[in-house]
């Protein structure tokens, strides 16, 4: 399985100089089973998603939850808006397409999800589902302001568990047994230990917080993602040479489980 990080910032997009090496867009990522040549599957739908082949998409995509930095991007793929796509779209929440429409409407924007080209379904998150090539497990976990989901993915004999908002240090037991054995979690790395205060309030993770979790777990991998918007390239060089034994995920990078 091959993940590729198209966006790893939270909150909102980081453009600047400051920002070119690890990268600016928010959550997204690509996932390619051995043996696809485009991705069958994204998990999120933020700014950059905007990455993804403009190619028409002919897959799923499975948001996490309905937070702007998760969803923005959504409109504005060339892959998704493309009159030849063919788009499953997992929503967390009952009614699914209402709340998305909550975001995608006058006044907020100018079109709903109706007005996407091509064809798209939207389906509520939860459970499992198999597709082919790979198998999807939902389970909802510990975040703040709306209904977030954990999602993990089972294909080519691994599995990877993508939260990337979650507070484990706020109790998430369905977290834990989505991700027991994993090969790979991929989580929120937002804050800093000393901005643990922060991270609770909004209901994300520490990097101790994430280490915390995976060891819990029994996960054989962890990589950090959602980086602070605010988090200049030389700063998050800094942390990462400040934890060596972990993974950030940096916008561009194709990760092999």
């Not at 998760?70 to 063919?86: N, T, Y």
Request: proline share 8%.
């Amino acid at each position: 399985m091959r993940l590729h990080f198209l966006g790893v910032r939270g909150s909102t997009p980081a453009p600047g100089a400051e920002f070119t090496r690890w990268g600016g867009h928010t959550s997204c990522v690509a996932v390619l089973p051995d043996g696809y040549a485009a991705p069958p599957l994204v998990l999120d739908a933020g700014t950059g998603i905007r990455n993804l082949a403009p190619v028409p998409f002919r897959g799923v995509i499975a948001l996490s939850h309905l937070h702007w930095d998760h969803v923005q991007g959504l409109p504005f793929s060339r892959a998704v808006d493309h009159p030849e796509a063919s788009v499953e779209l997992i929503v967390p929440g009952a009614q699914p397409l209402a709340l998305l429409t909550r975001a995608f409407s006058p006044p907020h924007f100018p079109i709903e999800p109706g007005g996407l080209r091509g064809a798209v379904s939207v389906t509520s998150s939860g459970g499992s589902r198999k597709y082919d090539g790979f198998e999807l497990i939902q389970a909802e976990v510990t975040h703040k302001g709306g209904t977030t989901v954990g999602t993990r993915v089972e294909c080519d004999g691994v599995a990877v568990v993508y939260l990337p908002d979650h507070a484990p240090q706020l109790g998430s037991a369905a977290a834990e047994e989505l991700c027991r054995d994993a090969d790979l979690i991929v989580h929120d790395g937002q804050f800093r230990p000393e901005e643990q205060a922060l991270a609770d309030d909004y209901g994300h993770a520490s990097v101790t917080d994430a280490l915390a979790f995976a060891e819990r777990c029994g996960a054989r991998g962890l990589l950090l993602t959602h980086h602070a918007p605010g988090r200049t390239d030389d700063q998050l060089d800094a942390l990462a040479k400040e934890w060596p034994d972990v993974r950030f995920a940096r916008e561009g990078d194709v990760v092999t489980v």
